[in-house]
């Protein structure tokens, strides 16, 4: 069982937004603005999306946006396109002792 | 452009130890931190421990008895071993580099399944 808690699953058109949740506590999402989201095709190691809650590293559309409220951060991404489909893993610090925690993944599915 | 490669035996017998190496090209290993992460067949991602460049380490506490990560700094490589492997440890494991030790793994190697059998 993974620390974070994400959807099996989620759906959705081409065009269309979705918006993936990360639950977790206040030793982790909770407490910490580092959250970051990774997507990996099947067979591919996974691809940071999304790092320090918000942020997006060089390369990676604007389609995707990070925000969190509470102890759940979410991953949206807008416009959707047939390339976004693939599984989404959070990940969240939790302090020194644990450092990082991850999510059990989310697979899209562009309908 | 920064790449990680891991290296090392895809079969390893129960009670033994598993050895991996991640060799880093386009860039220098003497920065940063280098984690160990792994990915059981059909799961979720497990973050196994990191070294700095110091060579200060942090072990995830489930597997901290069992896990051992080192660096050479001559080769631009870091290591893996984990001990007294059982089936539940069999997965694809990656090395990634995190740029602050907050959990942010921007680049990652292609991964590489170890199986456990005898």
């Known amino acids: 069982q993974s620390a974070l808690t994400q959807p099996r699953s989620v759906s959705g058109s081409p065009g269309q937004s979705v918006t993936i949740s990360c639950t977790g506590t206040r030793s982790d999402v909770g407490g910490y603005d580092y959250v970051s989201w990774y997507q990996q095709h099947p067979g591919r190691a996974p691809k940071l999306m999304i790092y320090?809650?918000?942020n997006r590293p060089s390369g990676v559309p604007d389609r995707f946006s990070g925000s969190k409220s509470g102890n759940t951060a979410s991953l949206t991404i807008s416009g959707l396109q047939a390339e976004d489909e693939a599984d989404y893993y959070c990940?969240?610090?939790?302090?020194?002792?644990?450092?990082?925690?991850f999510g059990g993944g989310t697979k899209l599915t562009v309908l | 452009q920064v790449q990680l490669q891991e290296s090392g035996p895809g079969l390893v017998k129960p009670s033994e130890t598993l050895s991996l190496t991640c060799t880093v090209s386009g860039g220098s290993i003497s920065t940063y931190y280098w984690n160990w992460i792994r990915q059981s067949p059909g799961k979720g991602l497990e973050w196994i421990g990191y070294i700095y460049y110091s060579g200060s380490t942090n072990y995830s506490p489930s597997l901290k008895s069992r896990v051992t990560v080192s660096l050479d700094t001559s080769k631009n490589q870091f290591s893996l071993k984990l001990s007294s492997v059982t089936a539940a440890d069999t997965a694809v494991y990656y090395c990634?580099?995190?740029?602050?030790?907050?959990?942010?793994?921007?680049?990652w190697g292609q991964g590489t399944l170890v199986t456990v059998s005898s």
């Open positions: 990940c969240s610090y939790a302090g020194s002792y644990t450092f990082a925690v």
């Open positions: 990634a580099r995190d740029l602050a030790a907050a959990g942010s793994f921007d680049y």
């Open positions: 320090d809650l918000r």
